[in-house]
């Protein structure tokens, strides 16, 4: 068939002339040539122009939540991230000190800061909002601060979701539980008085119990002194129910921690305050055992930001946020050396430990036990100090040392947590790996139970140990909390990044928040606690 009898239209063909090729080009192709582009006030070429979209860039570098050092290290490199933005709220401030106070306003005790509190915070830390920052962040790194966490007190135990609820479980006997009663508690109860109430810390002594709202309130319950020794005087009355502490209600506070004899707390600019145990041989102040009124830490941490307390049997360490870097100051008792200054002398104001900036060690989570202490520096090294009886210090022996001595046994670990109790030390590893030493008495350890030749079932563990019944969970451990005390049985939690709880240790008093069957007082391998904390 043709396209003549198919009906469709014939092509239409048309003829087009010869041409050179020179013709048909009619213009010469322009020679490529490279533009420079430069850096805001730089002639270098090759560089982004950064100058063209200085909103984009600020929304970038909040956005990646840098660091700290990241946003100093872009000001050195270019003056671009050094001179004034010309951005409100502060037409003088550079790029990255616009991202570091964008990054300050999200956390959440920066937030609710008058204008006046949160330029003297940053005078305190050094005139600069990247400082500031660095405060905030570390804080809230050694914390757990705004996240679920477990304590595990003396004979009881508190847990707090990451939504701020809180339950708690074990001994009662002085209402340290919270629930209106002085009931045992077996298994994990909410606190039901707290309904509503986001609480973001928690501490726990022997009788006693203390609760941080994200409003910077703190509630108490248990005993109600702040001083008194374990197995001392009660005070006139139990507090069964959270109850506002008073003296408190002008300071905003972000962190408590209770000792032997004393309590202290943290305000969220770093201000630390202490109650009773504090006559002029101790921590600079005159307080009574039964005083129940904060008192200021004296001394050379009046104007330096403390980001984290940790509280000893009479003693007590600072973690403080230095323009230089990370430091840290003890106060108080210095029996066995425990406050690190070569001596064993006591302390009466807080008192810099030197031995970190010899060992170039810049430390980011401080741990105060009964009678040791330990360090994690920003490199992933451990230190410990103080009294070395059980092997608690990690070194292979039971000698005491008066000045921080690095963990050699864990120089392939980069550990990102430590923490400590009577005589116990676990290390937790950046891979979720969680290393213990010490006494192993009660099973606090996490080690298989092995009788010896004495009928021990729980030996010493001088050098640090892999607890593998942990790796068992497959899953990252973050946290790892144990008994403080010299007079109760030990237990630990092992907290895991989704939020899993698991327990081990001393349980007669429901402590483990476990059901502990056939007149057993005690579990030797983690299990999970029946409680989601995520």
């Not at 300050?104 to 005790?109: G, H, S, V, W």
């Amino acid at each position: 068939m043709d396209a003549t009898t198919s009906g469709t239209p014939a092509i239409q063909y048309h003829n087009i002339p010869d041409q050179p090729i020179t013709a048909i080009i009619v213009a010469p192709v322009p020679t490529f040539q490279r533009n420079q582009r430069h850096c805001f006030g730089e002639s270098t070429p090759g560089e982004f122009p950064l100058a063209a979209s200085p909103s984009i860039v600020l929304h970038v570098l909040t956005a990646c939540n840098l660091d700290p050092q990241d946003l100093a290290k872009l000001e050195a490199t270019c003056s671009f991230f050094r001179q004034p933005a010309n951005f409100a709220p502060d037409y003088q401030l550079s790029i990255s000190e616009l991202a570091a106070l964008d990054m300050c306003q999200k956390r959440a005790i920066f937030k609710p800061m008058t204008e006046a509190e949160r330029q003297d915070l940053k005078q305190k830390c050094g005139g600069s909002w990247k400082l500031v920052l660095r405060f905030l962040l570390a804080g809230e790194a050694c914390c757990r601060r705004e996240n679920s966490q477990a304590i595990a007190g003396p004979g009881h135990s508190i847990a707090v979701t990451s939504k701020g609820v809180v339950y708690s479980f074990g001994s009662n006997s002085s209402g340290q539980l919270g629930h209106g009663t002085t009931e045992e508690e077996w298994r994990p109860r909410p606190i039901r008085s707290l309904q509503g109430i986001r609480i973001i810390q928690a501490a726990a002594g022997a009788g006693r119990t203390m609760l941080i709202s994200d409003a910077g309130q703190v509630y108490a319950f248990g005993k109600d002194s702040f001083g008194e020794a374990e197995y001392g005087v009660q005070g006139t009355k139990l507090v069964t129910s959270p109850q506002l502490v008073e003296s408190l209600k002008n300071i905003f506070v972000v962190q408590a921690a209770i000792g032997n004899f004393f309590t202290a707390v943290l305000s969220r600019e770093g201000r630390v305050y202490t109650f009773s145990w504090g006559n002029d041989a101790r921590l600079g102040h005159h307080t009574e055992p039964n005083d129940v009124e904060p008192h200021p830490l004296l001394g050379t941490l009046e104007n330096i930001p403390v980001v984290q307390i940790a509280a000893g049997y009479c003693y007590l360490l600072a973690l403080a946020c230095q323009p230089s870097g990370m430091a840290v100051y003890s106060v108080g008792c210095g029996l066995g050396g425990k406050l690190g200054h070569g001596s064993r002398t006591d302390e009466k104001h807080p008192r810099l430990i030197e031995q970190f900036q010899l060992l170039n060690l810049q430390p980011v989570v401080v741990a105060a036990g009964a009678w040791h202490a330990a360090v994690v520096g920003q490199d992933g090294r451990v230190c410990t100090w103080g009294w070395g009886r059980y092997g608690c210090l990690g070194h292979g022996n039971e000698e005491c040392e008066s000045v921080p001595k690095v963990v050699q046994a864990l120089n392939d670990v980069k550990a990102i947590h430590v923490a400590t109790g009577d005589y116990t030390t676990f290390v937790v590893s950046e891979d979720g790996d969680v290393y213990s030493f010490g006494c192993g008495e009660s099973a606090s350890l996490g080690h298989n139970a092995i009788a010896d030749g004495q009928g021990n079932r729980h030996a010493n563990v001088l050098t640090p140990q892999l607890v593998t019944s942990l790796k068992q969970v497959n899953e990252r451990v973050v946290q790892i909390s144990l008994t403080n005390s010299i007079y109760w049985n030990a237990h630990t939690f092992a907290l895991t990044e989704s939020g899993k709880l698991y327990a081990f240790g001393a349980g007669d008093k429901g402590q483990l928040g476990i059901e502990l069957v056939n007149n057993q007082t005690e579990r030797g391998n983690p299990e999970r606690v029946d409680i989601d904390l995520s």
